[in-house]
């Protein structure tokens, strides 16, 4: 998939026709001026902690590996967009060539290989259009603080992408969701048309707050092009694609953890010979309570998470309010996973 710019708001997926490829560009620092870009003054919103950034844009484009990196930046986990593809097979009716270039036939082998706890949208078995009942999943999913990995149509670009079948393959485009805002109470189930949710594009560093009305994409069966009804260059259509990422497949319960790195903007590109980096994670622990007891666990690798022992623990400290912030001293690479757990400790040393 190669992946743009749409003027200055969206990076796009999957060769497009050429009247979209004539409006493509690539630029990570372009300004964002259209109504989507703006955030709304809403009266409530629950948006996780993350970080934008700019993908890799080889062997078909990395935009699934990134949007589920970042997604997972909300949880306490750096994943290498490499580290991703290798986690899975190869999505059939995907060119050999692209490496496991992430779509949705092999997604959820990746999230569950990477030890990730996602649950997807029924897209294969759902009656069409399915946007209302994607809609209320996906507004459902993330008032629960779950962050979403969804994959969006191309206004005017055809579809299934590339040789995949239907119901696979409706989509161009895979992004990182990381909130919602709403005018009405998150307790409230209801999708509300002006109900926003928020999303990273892979290919810059801005934030995108489009309303549930203007997601809405009309798309007429194998080879048609897709229709963006909402006046965005984006959509969401009658197949309707997501994974919530609600944490880790481990047994041990953990407090809310979220991880900011430095540097941040893009990670170097090992497809293109780049070397890796050391990264400087810094952790935000909520949830806790104070005079309690808590401990921070780090793994570096997949197959060693989620083994609870003293030669994984980062640090161990007392909570003096319900926040605790915690820089690691000891990096990690670029090119690996680092995943990490805060759990209370009880008095005798045992993990609650």
Not at 97 to 115: F, G, T, V
Not at 216 to 244: F, K, N, R, V
Not at 272 to 283: D, E, K, R
Not at 338 to 348: A, G, I, K
Request: net charge negative; hydrophobic share 35%; with cysteine.
């Amino acid at each position: 998939m190669l992946h743009g710019t749409f003027l200055f708001a969206f990076a796009a997926a999957l060769p497009p026709n050429a009247e979209i490829a004539g409006r493509i560009q690539w630029n990570n620092t372009a300004p964002c001026n259209g109504e989507a870009c703006q955030k709304p003054a809403t009266k409530y919103e629950l948006i996780s902690k993350s970080q934008p950034g700019v993908q890799w844009n080889d062997n078909g484009g990395y935009c699934g590996s990134w949007a589920i990196q970042r997604a997972m930046l909300a949880k306490g986990a750096w994943i290498s967009q490499q580290q991703v593809r290798d986690h899975t097979s190869p999505s059939p009716g995907a060119p050999a060539s692209h490496n496991n270039e992430i779509l949705s036939p092999n997604i959820d082998e990746a999230l569950s290989n990477l030890k990730i706890k996602g649950v997807g949208f029924d897209y294969k078995n759902m009656a069409l259009p399915q946007q209302d009942a994607y809609f209320k999943w996906l507004k459902k999913q993330l008032v629960a603080g779950h962050t979403v990995v969804w994959m969006i149509m191309w206004n005017y670009a055809s579809y299934p992408a590339y040789n995949m079948k239907i119901p696979e393959g409706v989509h161009g485009h895979i992004e990182p969701v990381i909130g919602i805002q709403s005018n009405h109470p998150l307790t409230d189930e209801t999708v509300y048309d002006d109900d926003n949710v928020v999303h990273y594009n892979d290919g810059n560093y801005n934030m995108y707050y489009p309303t549930f009305k203007s997601l809405y994409g009309d798309w007429s069966g194998t080879g048609a092009s897709a229709e963006c009804t909402g006046g965005l260059s984006y959509c969401i259509g009658p197949y309707s694609y997501g994974w919530a990422l609600e944490g880790f497949l481990d047994e041990q319960e953990g407090l809310p953890l979220s991880l900011s790195i430095d540097p941040w903007e893009r990670e170097p590109d090992l497809v293109q010979g780049s070397s890796p980096i050391a990264i400087t994670g810094t952790l935000t622990a909520t949830g806790l309570t104070a005079a309690s007891t808590y401990s921070i666990y780090r793994w570096d690798s997949v197959e060693e998470a989620f083994t609870y022992s003293d030669s994984y623990k980062a640090t161990t400290f007392t909570a003096s309010s319900d926040t605790f912030i915690f820089q690691d001293p000891a990096t990690f690479s670029s090119a690996g996973t680092t995943y990490y757990r805060c759990v209370e400790v009880s008095f005798d040393g045992v993990l609650v």
